[in-house]
């Protein structure tokens, strides 16, 4: 990673001829520098000097090993000369052990030197044939140990004075000097002192090194962010950097005051006291002035405070970015910067389909890592592209979502990775981005107070609304679009309107080519989708897809509107497949505008299957979302469904009551919902079609059918009636209830039926309500019936709660893919994992990625998996202020305020809220549906059933 980091071009034959000359060196020094006397010189300075015997000289120095003070070893001589069997021993043991170092000596010359582990084996070899105690033994082999690692004496072996001096020549042949221009309001040879707010750190930062436009972006080398576990040797090491720069590098350390006491206290040490080869260093330490008063090195540094000049245009630093993140070559058009920030005003703006657009493009891989917690884990990311980028050999798209919980600290993600082309993290690992990987970052820009942070200045791409991309196109007079727009002249900045892709997709052009006849009030009895007949334009299909008579959302986000034309896309091809759209060249069908009428009623079915609750109890976040028209709340309101069955052949009509004026009413109310909603002639046709059903097609009282036609109509609609016939040989026969205790009531059937229909248009399903109304059992109703008498597990339920973490979700969707997968092959269709009480656990923003954005830790669920996902969330409600008092009271901590805690919900604290939740990531707030509450008349069918 170092030798990275210094240059992409180093190859192996470079290290090895580089560290091969600086052994070479260190033995070279060795032998000149030496000062250390071995036993033969010492054994001939007694011979020579002292006049003492050779013998009794080699005795001297076996029985005295690593000692080298010579008047020891002559009064060792002079005391034992006269003891000749003590001098024959030693001398023996010298003779051996002199042997055995020639034969070692001989195997160097005739091979190599030896390996450590050989050389290790022979020292230890001879001190245990030597004939001293355990404690002499062992300095003998710690001395020798100590000799090899000091030395060159291995071939597997590089000492630190090797590995310096090798790393130091990689760099001295590879660094080309920068020189870059010192601010003169910045003083050379001393540690200036910046403060700023702390929005603005980055950019003063980077001002710092914009005086030398041309100059390369600074480098991570030359920068360092500091954090609570920043240690004294990474402020150390930049600020050597600094004293030892023949480059002309400029140093910051940003958010100096976060460093501790005796960091602080370290650094000033190192700053008065230390060796500077370079008086004329470039060193700034910048502090945010929010928190500079509880900083010591702050106060230290006061003395050199120095004062940056303030930009108000930030177009320079802009400017500057851009210029070194330009691509050049067959996409620059489409993506000029190698980074760039891809963001919107809201949730659901196709941000994550233009990253993978990108990835398309170029054929590149694609890497997602969405990031949902205050904190950004920085190990945890460095660890994860390290993993995936050593598995990987093509080049890599590395999309990072970065949700609207993530706080100021994403920019300081983007300071890394966008400036200084990397990480590090507390434990040292280094990523460095690779100069043909892309870097796109996702973000959501709700406030005007996010406009003025770092990311600001980067490159972007807007994605728009379709209403916002309907009105870019009048005002450029444009009747489609292949990509994205520049936003000015010259400008890396881009816009991105309706993808091409989705634009000649089905889902989007049988709804809009029927949605054009239905409001030219054509008869569509004999229309049918034409794939290649594509609608003339984008304009034109937005205009048809956001008329009012069409969408019920005043401004809708991409991903609402695309859940509204799902749905119609679904139910649309059904209609197709319908025998009853075969009947219209029939006599008695002929201008009965049958499907005109489906198309009127699927209308008003996207209002409940695919847009957001009515009413949602939030009183936290004052988010402002799209209005629905006719605002209605779920039990106060009539749900009229038609469904074309799974069997080609029938219709379920549900909820459906027409009165003499062929009107849609209220069964309850009389009041009218839909007037003509469709012609006599219509209405006769299909009562004398369904007049051999038992279940009405009109004006059915369902809480007044029997249990087993109930049973039909919903096995019909999920198309599971043969699968739980009791008798499979008698289509008329029994059905198996698989709960008999479960009542079957209007009000939980439709539900049940909404929750079916979502799922089935691929829109993600999440219900609010009170605990204990009854969702659990629903949503396991569903499941058996869906799973028809077989023994398969198709309903896996995870009871969420705070201690729930992301590792532990991702494993068992891991495990719910291979049961869905299992289900499959053995005939269940449907496989549901449910999340309840999702929103009691800080992993919601996991959660949400599975459900809105199918991925699994960044890993795209299968595409043809069955596995669904549904999701509880408690609501959210205050205590009232009576309450709250009561509490306060009774002593239980209720008076925290917001101002005193960050365990907050908005500006709620916790503590205030009757269930204790964390807030919902903003693109699950448009798929929440108000589950509503029982009425009496349920609820006593419900206690009657118990």
Known sequence: MILNKMSKHITEEVIRDTFKKSTEKQENMETIEIVELDGDDLIQMLMEEFSVEEEIAQAAIMANVGMNDIDELFQWCMDNQLDDNLIEKFCKKYNDAKKMDTEINSKESEESKPTFSQFTRVIVERASRADTTLQKKLKEIWTSFLNSVETAETSDFLNFECLGSGLQRIHDDTATSINRTYPGYLASGKPNLVLCQREDIHSVALTIYNHDAEKPLPDMDEVLLCNEETTK????????????????????????????????????????????????????FICCKESVQQSYLATALDKYRAQVPEFKDPSRLKLYIENHLTRHGEHEKTDPTSMRVIQSEKSGMGKSLQVQRIAERFGYNLDIVQIHDKEI????????????????????????????????ERNDLLFSLVVLKGIQDNHGNVWTCGPEDLYMFEMTVTDDVSKKEFFSILPKTQCLSPLQSLNKMNQLNLESTSGTLQLDIGSSDL???????????????????????????????????????????????????????????????????????????????????????????????????????????????????????????????????PE????????????????????????SFFGISIDRNYNLINPDTAEVLEKNIMSKDLYDQLRHQSQKDQIPIFNMNFDNLSEQLKLRVLCRVLGVETENLRDPHNINGELVDPDPS???????VKKLLAIYMRLKSKIPVVCMGETGCGKTRMIKYLCDLIRGGKPDQNMIVIKVHGGLTPESIKSKVKRAIDVARNNEVNGVKLTVMFFDEANTTSAIGTIKELMVDRLNDGEPIPKSSTLQFICAVNPYRSHSETMIKKLENAGLGYHIKAENTRDTLGNIPLRRLVYRVHALPLSLFPLVWDFGTVNQTNEKQYISQM
């Not at 720069?245 to 008065?272: H, P, W």
């Open 742 to 748: 479960y009542k079957l009531t209007s009000d939980n």
């Open 377 to 408: 884990n920085s190990s945890a990311l460095v660890s994860r592209w390290q993993r995936n980028g050593n598995t990987s050999l093509s080049h890599t798209v590395y999309h990072i979502d970065l949700t609207p919980a993530v706080g100021l």
């Open 495 to 625: 816009f991105q309107l309706l993808d091409d892709w989705h634009f000649k997709s089905p889902s989007m052009q049988r709804p809009t080519q029927y949605l054009q006849r239905f409001h030219a009030n054509e008869n569509l009895d004999e229309f049918y989708y034409l794939p290649d007949a594509l609608v003339k334009s984008h304009k034109i299909c937005l205009e048809t897809l956001l008329d009012s008579r069409s969408c019920p959302l005043q401004d809708p986000s991409y991903g609402e509107l695309q859940n509204f034309i799902n749905f119609l896309n679904i139910q649309l091809e059904s209609c197709e497949n319908s025998i009853f759209t075969n009947l219209s060249n029939q006599e008695d069908w002929a201008n009965l505008r049958f499907k005109n009428f489906v198309v009127k009623f699927m209308i008003h079915m996207a209002k409940d299957f695919s847009t957001r609750s009515i009413e949602i109890s939030d009183e936290s976040l004052g988010k402002s979302q």
């Open 233 to 284: 040797e990474d402020v150390e090491l930049i600020c050597r950097r600094a004293f030892n720069d023949k480059m002309g590098k400029i140093y910051s350390v940003l958010y100096a005051e976060k460093l501790d006491f005796n960091i602080s206290i370290n650094t000033e040490n190192l700053l008065m006291k230390a060796d500077i080869p370079n008086r004329d260093y470039q060193l700034v």
């Open 628 to 651: 629905v028209s006719e605002r209605r709340k779920w039990e106060s309101s009539h749900h009229p469904y038609i469904f074309f069955n799974n069997d080609g052949v029938t219709m």
